[in-house]
């Protein structure tokens, strides 16, 4: 038997819940990215690296910028969540993208 053995791997994978699982995937890729370059760009000089790590001020900063950032994709997440907001109804770039890949 295989240290790898899935107990899980005779069920059907639904290609509409992998598909949905990739866009949600990629969606949170480009905000994790999105964040990570407004808060190294905030809180790191750039006057050349005079250290090979982050001093303590650095650090603080970048995790309270982090923190923010989260937050607020979060409540605005759920804001529009409440609001009905449908990638479908409102976005016309998502319509040509799912049309791309149907």
Do not use: W
Request: a negative charge; glycine letters at 4%.
């Amino acid at each position: 038997m295989s240290m790898f053995f899935n107990q899980f791997s005779n069920q059907e994978l639904d290609p509409e819940k992998i598909k949905l699982a990739e866009i949600q995937f990629s969606a949170m890729n480009t905000t994790f990215n999105t964040i990570l370059k407004s808060c190294l760009e905030k809180c790191i000089s750039h006057e050349g690296y005079s250290e090979a790590e982050l001093n303590k001020g650095e650090m603080t900063c970048i995790d309270r910028c982090v923190a923010k950032m989260h937050f607020s994709n979060r409540l605005i997440g759920g804001f529009v969540q409440t609001k009905g907001f449908t990638p479908e109804r409102y976005l016309e770039h998502y319509r040509r993208f799912k049309e791309e890949d149907a």
